[in-house]
């Protein structure tokens, strides 16, 4: 496939474009040895493990990242947590109160609330009753503003795969940035749109070590773009968003890499467990295919039945305020006895 014709430059914001990034203590000097005497970060020189700044571009960790996904380390920014890349992303390319966004709900909630931050516009498109995109109503609403349109795949809380040959056309149509949020990419058997860069330099891929990784509670974000797109980021980071302990514990997990298949592996087989077990429950009107990690059910009355599950001491998500998702409740699949139990008390109720 041909690579599509894509010019950056005109779609960030100009006082960014124009910007002279901070260049902090470590950005300057890089070359680490254990002889030399740093005096200048006005860093506490008594070693305790974190006295030291951390290293402001991850190298370490985007190695590890460059050889397991195929990409550069040129291609990849990390973050605090996935919300920064995002929110990164709308501060790079969009015009407060003069440039759009597009979401297709029922998406991702932050996608909204970083729009509303920003003070960006946003365009709202709703997904099929089938949760795919309706590519005709997507170019429809789009106009000369629409610098970014938000792709969840596999979709939350729907859980669904976003079908490829609709992703392909939004990409090739779409004159901004399209963001492929892929949080619950590894618990699918598709290939990630990482693998499409060099084909689609409007693309954003982003991913999280918080799901299949297993590390929520370090928040690391992960961004594979096109290096142009990269750098605008790195322009605008605080210079070190990412802390020593975070970096030190997720170079230790992301080389761990036949532990995370297992795991992965054993809450797949978990979902598919529980999606039978939740389709022979009274209540349970539909059972919604799921590519992620957790599942989508519709109930014949979700408050009742989420108050009921909060009594046994179950907290699960209440989705029916969300677009297509009436009477929905969304669960996250847990350890095999979790799981188990959360059964047992359905069938109770």
């Known amino acids: 496939m041909n690579k599509k014709q894509f010019d950056i430059t ?23 040895d254990q002889d030399m005497i740093f005096l200048d970060a006005n860093e506490n020189p008594y070693e305790n493990g974190v006295n030291r700044y951390p290293d402001p571009q991850q190298r370490n960790l985007k190695s590890i990242l460059s050889d397991q996904k195929k990409v550069s380390d040129q291609n990849i920014l990390l973050g605090n947590g996935s919300d920064e890349v995002l ?21 991702y909630g932050m996608y909204t609330v970083l729009a509303n931050i920003n003070n960006v516009e946003e365009k709202k498109v709703l997904l099929n009753e089938d949760f795919q995109p309706n590519v005709e109503e997507i170019f429809n609403t789009v106009n000369g503003n629409s610098k970014l349109l938000f792709i969840c795949s596999p979709n939350n809380p729907s859980g669904n795969l976003i079908d490829r040959g609709r992703i392909l056309q939004i990409l090739e149509r779409f004159e901004g940035i399209v963001v492929i949020d892929e949080a619950y990419i590894d618990f699918t058997d598709k290939k990630s749109w990482v693998e499409d860069l060099n ?16 590390l929520a509670g370090i928040r690391l974000g992960v961004c594979y773009a096109s ?9 605008i980071k605080p210079p070190y968003n990412v802390n020593e302990l975070t970096q030190q514990r997720a170079l230790e997990r992301v080389r761990d890499k036949d532990q995370i298949k297992t795991e992965v592996n054993t809450i797949i087989e978990g979902r598919k467990e529980l999606e039978k077990a939740l389709s022979q429950v009274s209540f349970v009107e539909k059972v919604f295919r799921s590519d992620a990690n957790f599942i989508l059910i519709r ?9 009921q599950l909060i ?22 699949v847990g350890t095999k006895e979790e799981n188990e139990k959360l059964v047992e008390i359905l069938k109770q109720l």
């Open 299 to 307: 109930v014949d009355d979700a408050n009742k039945r989420y108050d």
């Open 311 to 332: 009594k046994e001491r179950i907290v699960v998500r209440n989705r029916s305020t969300q677009p297509l998702c009436e009477s929905t409740l969304r669960f996250t």
């Open 10 to 32: 005109q779609l960030v914001r100009k006082n960014i474009a124009g910007l002279k990034p901070y260049s902090s203590a470590r950005d300057e000097f890089t070359d680490f």
């Open 227 to 235: 290096v142009e797109i990269i750098d605008i980021l790195n322009k």
């Open 87 to 107: 929110d990164l992303i709308y501060r790079a390319f969009c015009e407060p109160e003069v440039d759009n966004i597009i979401t297709l709900p029922p998406t």
């Open 199 to 214: 084909t689609y330099p409007n693309l954003i891929v982003t991913q999280t070590l918080s799901k299949a990784y297993g």
